[in-house]
């Protein structure tokens, strides 16, 4: 089973900057849908993105989550 990157507290997270933030949480992505069994493109679709590339870039840290599709996830 994958590792699950440990939360971080609301004043913890405030000090990381936005690319060390898009890390963690596409490091958090990427271990749940490992966890859950899925591949990327099954959660792509999911979610509503046309590429599968877009949810790698999240995982990969170089694209965050817009606000308004955090509910989605």
Request: net charge positive; glycine share 10%.
């Amino acid at each position: 089973m994958v590792p699950m990157p440990k939360p971080l507290s609301h004043a913890a997270a405030a000090g990381l900057d936005k690319g060390d933030l898009r890390s963690r949480v596409g490091a958090f992505v990427r271990a749940r849908r490992e966890a859950l069994g899925i591949n990327v493109s099954e959660l792509a679709s999911t979610l509503g993105y046309a590429h599968p590339s877009t949810l790698s870039e999240v995982e990969s840290g170089r694209r965050g989550i817009p606000v308004a599709n955090v509910y989605a996830w």
